[in-house]
């Protein structure tokens, strides 16, 4: 009987400490953006070819350039931000998707015949929880990774490239 106890309290203390654990591997959000945001944005693009790629595009625009906005994460993906060459306050994220993807797999008895074959890319998760109208966006301040959120970012009308692999200047 005290051998059940003492297991049962240590079951019980493995739990604590795995819930203590868990608070402190969450990310942090600031409770206000740390430059003004003039609008916000997402859209979908599809290529007009048939391998050409397809994806969901998110537009940040900021009222200046003082800070330096590193990533975003929005409806379960992460991207990387980059500045429109024409525009230094209009950040961009890229997310694509498989649709309208090209496969160039090889499938062959002869292993060497695979050999360029690109293994699958498994999903990421990311660090939060967010509706499908809200993102977040890390920044760095002093060397240290920071991130606020962003809600109600609207939808505006897809893009359906004619004759083009893939929108990079947009």
Same mark, same amino acid.
């Given at each position: 009987?005290?051998?059940?106890?003492?297991?049962?309290?240590?079951?019980?203390?493995?739990?604590?400490?795995?819930?203590?654990?868990?608070?402190?591997?969450?990310?942090?959000?600031?409770?206000?953006?740390?430059?003004?945001?003039?609008?916000?944005?997402?859209?979908?693009?599809?290529?007009?070819?048939?391998?050409?790629?397809?994806?969901?595009?998110?537009?940040?625009?900021? @009222?200046?350039?003082?800070? &330096?906005? #590193?990533? +975003?994460?929005?409806?379960?993906?992460?991207?990387?931000?980059?500045? =429109? *060459?024409?525009?230094?306050?209009?950040?961009?994220?890229?997310?694509? @998707?498989?649709?309208?993807? &090209?496969? #160039?797999? +090889?499938?062959?008895?002869?292993?060497?015949?695979?050999?360029?074959? =690109? *293994?699958?890319?498994?999903?990421?998760?990311?660090?939060?929880?967010?509706?499908?109208?809200?993102?977040?966006?890390?920044?760095?301040?002093?060397?240290?990774?920071?991130?606020?959120?962003?809600?109600?970012?609207?939808?505006?009308?897809?893009?359906?490239?004619?004759?083009?692999?893939?929108?990079?200047?947009n």
């Amino acid at each position: 009987m005290k051998t059940i106890k003492h297991i049962f309290g240590l079951l019980i203390l493995t739990v604590i400490m795995a819930s203590f654990s868990q608070c402190s591997s969450a990310q942090k959000l600031q409770k206000k953006a740390p430059i003004t945001i003039n609008q916000v944005y997402y859209q979908k693009w599809i290529a007009g070819v048939e391998g050409g790629g397809s994806g969901v595009n998110i537009f940040i625009e900021t @009222s200046s350039n003082t800070i &330096k906005l #590193d990533s +975003v994460y929005f409806q379960g993906k992460g991207a990387k931000l980059v500045l =429109k *060459p024409s525009n230094d306050t209009l950040y961009i994220g890229r997310f694509i @998707s498989d649709f309208n993807k &090209k496969e #160039d797999m +090889v499938f062959s008895s002869d292993p060497n015949k695979e050999y360029g074959n =690109k *293994p699958p890319q498994l999903p990421v998760k990311i660090p939060f929880e967010l509706n499908d109208d809200e993102c977040v966006i890390s920044y760095s301040e002093n060397d240290k990774t920071k991130y606020f959120k962003l809600k109600n970012i609207k939808e505006r009308e897809s893009i359906n490239y004619p004759m083009m692999s893939s929108p990079e200047n947009n």
